[in-house]
């Protein structure tokens, strides 16, 4: 048995299959950065940290006359999502029920992926984590309503990472009301927005429920890296007579290796 | 099992098959590949316990040198990782890709260094050995083994169409090594133990010499799950097995 408990847990092999499986399809429907930025991983629940390759001056003190320096890393974060199940809705599985109430899951499934998208794209300066918009030099691209007009913000945006020596494919990460916008729009001639985005990137559109505005990034890879200690899991924490208590957990730490790679388009 | 030709019944699965085919009488469909299970590390039958890193402080070698007989205590790093499960048409395998690596107890430069594969096939209940070392040489050797077997010996045979031994010119002029078998010990202590003889027509002697080694090996390191396990979510680490999602957005519509 490993730290998730799964094997305490008043659950039966039925119900964990249905658990998992509502728990993967949320987590795969809401996960943006991951079809994004380079993935490193799964490097396993010990795992604590990325090696950075600095170091900060400590004061020796007892070590004498000799010169001490502490090597910088990054520390994973543990990102814990929580849920309840009903046993009722539980035991229903195992006699075969095909609508189990497993909204919970589904629910905390989303708030994981949000959680790891939003280290991505905003960072946590609580965690020491930088994120993509934080980290890009360049000045955002302003954007509206009007998504027809979502070609010409995008192709400023490529403009400026191939002035800053960027190259491509390049990828667009959409906030919800963007991605809404360019899927329903279609642009004067009677080309949908979204064909005419793949075209000018060379890269994917992706939805990004956790991001606000959207952002233009490089698909050449080692610009960006998530690293992930224990990917994404289902645990057990506790039960009483009616209910069982369980989280949705992963360790992840991301890294901006060139800020230059991307730039933000945020609404003015 | 073996047959009497030597070859084995592994994955030979009598079918109505193809009616069309090079000779006649009963056909046997030789392309339709097994399913097979993602998670090697559950499916490795009686090389489960071997799975890992481990180290060997008390290993000894005896081996031919100008004057008779050489003598060396050895330290050894033995590494076995799984591999996704691998399918000759039926043939299903499951195994470790290893690389084993010796010094002479407070010495830096290699003694002896060699990679290939333990290999379990649970239709035929038996093990094939793969050896191959830096000096030109190498074999393939395979015995039977239970699934739950803690003791099994494998053999190969120069000169064989199957399961042989192929050496450069030198060593085959030299040092041919005319029989080879392995002898594996599953320890109650989660140890395990090899004994490996080589038996070699030197020129110049009248009989043939044993080159003979063994070690007893304790695990220093846990093995990381084969890719496809991983991908399963069904590794050791007990998650959901999401991982990389790029390729994913690259082929989506």
């Known amino acids: 048995m490993n730290h998730l408990m799964r094997e305490l847990a008043p659950v039966s092999d039925a119900a964990w299959e249905q658990i998992d499986g509502e728990a993967t399809r949320s987590l795969t429907n809401y996960l943006a ?9 799964p490097r396993g629940w010990e795992h604590s940290a990325v090696t950075t390759g600095r170091t900060e001056p400590v004061t020796a003190g007892a070590l004498g006359t000799v010169e001490a320096s502490r090597r910088r890393v990054l520390p994973l974060v543990e990102v814990r999502a929580s849920f309840a199940l009903s046993r009722a809705e539980l035991e229903a599985v195992d006699r075969g029920a095909a609508d189990p109430d497993l909204q919970a899951v589904i629910d905390a499934g989303r708030a994981a992926a949000l959680a790891e998208d939003f280290l991505v794209f905003h960072g946590d300066p609580g965690v020491g984590i930088t994120g993509i918009i934080a980290a890009s030099p360049h000045r955002a691209v302003p954007i509206a309503d009007d998504y027809a007009d979502y070609p010409a913000h995008v192709a400023k945006a490529v403009t400026v990472l191939r002035s800053a020596d960027i190259a491509g494919p390049y990828a667009i990460a959409l906030g919800t009301r963007g991605y809404t916008g360019v899927t329903e729009t279609i642009e004067h001639g009677g080309y949908p927005v979204l064909e005419h985005l793949r075209q000018l990137l060379d890269g994917p559109v992706v939805w990004a429920p956790a991001l606000e505005g959207a952002v233009v990034l490089s698909q050449r890879g080692g610009d960006y890296a998530l690293t992930i200690g224990q990917d994404f899991s289902v645990g057990y924490r506790a039960s ?3 209910s069982v208590e369980l989280y949705i957990e992963e360790s992840a730490a991301f890294v901006v290796n060139t800020p230059e790679a991307a730039v933000h388009l945020a609404h003015g | 099992m073996m047959m009497a030709d030597g070859t084995s019944s592994a994955g030979r699965v009598p079918t109505e098959g193809p009616t069309e085919g090079p000779t006649e009488g009963p056909t046997v469909d030789i392309y339709t590949e097994p399913d097979g299970e993602p998670d090697t590390l559950a499916n490795l039958g009686p090389l489960t316990p071997m799975a890992g890193i481990w180290e060997g ?4 070698d005896r081996h031919p040198e100008a004057s008779g007989t050489g003598r060396d205590a050895f330290h ?6 799984p591999i996704d499960r691998q399918t000759n048409g039926p043939q299903l395998f499951y195994g470790l890709r290893y690389h084993t690596h010796i010094v002479k107890p407070g010495e830096t430069e290699t003694f002896h260094d060699q990679v290939g594969y333990w290999l379990w096939e649970p239709a035929a209940e038996e093990v094939t050995f793969t050896l191959g070392i830096p000096r030109g040489q190498v074999l393939l050797a395979n015995g039977p083994a239970a699934a739950d077997a803690t003791e099994f010996e494998l053999h190969a045979t120069l000169g064989t169409e199957v399961y042989g031994i192929l050496s450069n010119p030198f060593l085959q002029d030299n040092f041919r090594t005319v029989s080879y078998r392995i002898r594996v010990t599953i320890g109650d202590d989660g140890t395990w133990t090899y004994e490996e003889e080589g ?7 009248d009989e043939l010499f044993s080159h003979h080694d063994t070690n007893t090996l304790t695990r220093v390191g846990a093995p990381t799950p084969n890719p496809l396990a991983t991908a399963a979510g069904s590794g050791a680490d007990g998650s959901l097995g999401i991982g990389d999602l790029r390729q994913e957005s690259r082929t989506r519509p």
């Open chain 2, 76 to 81: 050894e790093r033995y590494e076995l990782q």
């Open chain 2, 199 to 205: 038996m070699l027509d030197i020129p110049g002697r």
């Open chain 1, 33 to 41: 950065a991951r079809r994004l930025v380079d993935f490193d991983g």
């Open chain 2, 57 to 60: 402080t008390g290993g000894a």
């Open chain 1, 240 to 242: 009483s007579a009616d």
